[in-house]
């Protein structure tokens, strides 16, 4: 059965292979041997980005080739996150693979145990190294193993959390640092805010099912195997546990609580079009989403301006206290192993150039990032913007900055990541949808699923 699995899935990735040299991407996928021509060696680079990221990057990518004459970096643009990980893994002939790729951190397992994918940045740097121990905050133990070494260089840091109408906060006399800490106190804030006459709504959420997995990250709940899957390839999901399944209990109630209540936005509502308005309006005291999103936040609210904070996403279950495991969240930029040692040297150096504190500053003015060091955030032009446009920020850098660094806090090295968040996002699903489902029963399918998930990996895989 184990051969035939095989057997299969290299056919499959014959055929999508197959199918994208037919169709094509953006720009071309080759590209010419490097080091074959007197020019400089070209560095390729895959990007998911759209605007206003993309002009970043590219702008960062002139800059670079501007500076020296040795490389020239290309970006191509490839599709979401996902399709350049079907492209990566299915592309047959290794010069037809680029030196560099973007990732999103909830990808970051599974590229990493994708055998022979990824060129560890410990190849060309150390954890001691200034390039990368000056890295803020939790974000060399996302990007890098569980001894903190490097695997891929952060390009755009976030946090999941919650934007909050804090002149509401302020009236109704709640503190949203102290408040929405867990799920039950998302539940406590908001029933006190509506019921005040505060506000209509007390939440509208991007019902993206990632959520659930940074709520468990933020109780230090860790959801596989082999701490994470950072001690070793995990071969369990523990979602069936006494301790995940009470935090995912607890998550899946209350919210469905508020839903019950009405004090949230109608599950199902869209983000930009109905929980964004709702939130500008004062209507919505809070708007779950990434950080990123704040550039809408703040365009949104152009016209009738307000304070806002930003609160890292809260723990699944109630620990009395702050959360300790902010998770960092974000892209990040992997050296792709495609037998081109000049280039992929070359792509190297262009991560090197992406970490001053110039291009940190550029690409969080335009997008919304926080930035990934400390001179990065204490550059002119990022405290200009902390001053006079996004106050919030400097909290959400300092709490990101102290979260606790601990393995257990952070994403899971997960290489079925994708299974998992369509489990999620089913559950989500069912629970919001049919207010009499057995929550304890939904939980029992996201364990089966995700594991009939892994082990078909690790059939494939290992």
Known sequence: MKKMKKMLALMLAMLMALSLVACGDKGGSSKPDSGKSDGPVEVLVWSAFQAPIDAELQAAADAFNASQDKYKVKIQFQGQFTEIFTKLTTTLNQKDLPELTVVSTELAGTYAMAEGLIRPLSHYCSADDEVWAKLNGNLKYVWGNGDGDPIYYPYGNSLYGSFVNAEIFEAAGIDPYTALTSTKGLYEACKKLVDGGYCKYGIGVDSWGGFVWYALAAAGIQVMDNNNGRDGIPTKMLLDTPEVSAALYDYFYYFRK??????????????????????????????????????????????????????????????????????????????VEN??????????????????????????????????????????????????????????????????????????????????????????????????????????????????????WLDTNT
């Not at 839903?259 to 199902?268: F, K």
């Not at 964004?276 to 989403?289: E, H, I, Q, Y």
């Not at 723990?315 to 930029?333: K, N, R």
Request: overall charge negative; some cysteine.
């Open 339 to 456: 037998g081109d040692e000049e280039a992929m040297e070359g792509a190297w150096e262009f991560i090197k150039f992406t970490s001053n504190p110039e291009f940190q500053e550029s690409l969080c003015l335009a997008s919304g990032y926080l930035p990934v060091t400390k001179e990065g955030y204490e550059s002119a032009g990022y405290q200009d913007f902390v001053t006079n446009r996004f106050p919030a920020a400097a909290k959400a850098f300092e709490l990101q900055q102290n979260a606790a660094i601990d393995a257990k806090h952070i994403n899971p090295l997960n290489p079925v990541n994708n299974a998992c968040q369509d489990a999620t996002q089913e559950a989500w699903s069912m629970i919001m949808t049919d207010l009499t489902c057995d929550i304890n029963e939904v939980i029992a399918t996201m364990q089966k699923d995700t594991q009939i998930a892994l082990d078909l």
């Open 258 to 335: 508020m839903q019950q209540e009405g004090l949230m936005v109608p599950y199902g509502s869209s983000w930009g079009d109905e929980v964004l308005p709702a939130f500008a309006n004062g209507s919505c005291a809070v708007a779950t989403g990434s950080i990123a999103a704040f550039i809408r936040v703040e365009t949104a609210l152009a016209a009738d301006p307000f304070a806002v904070a930003y609160v890292p996403c809260w723990s699944a279950v109630d620990l009395g206290s702050i959360p300790e495991g902010y998770s960092a969240s974000g892209t990040g930029l992997g050296i």
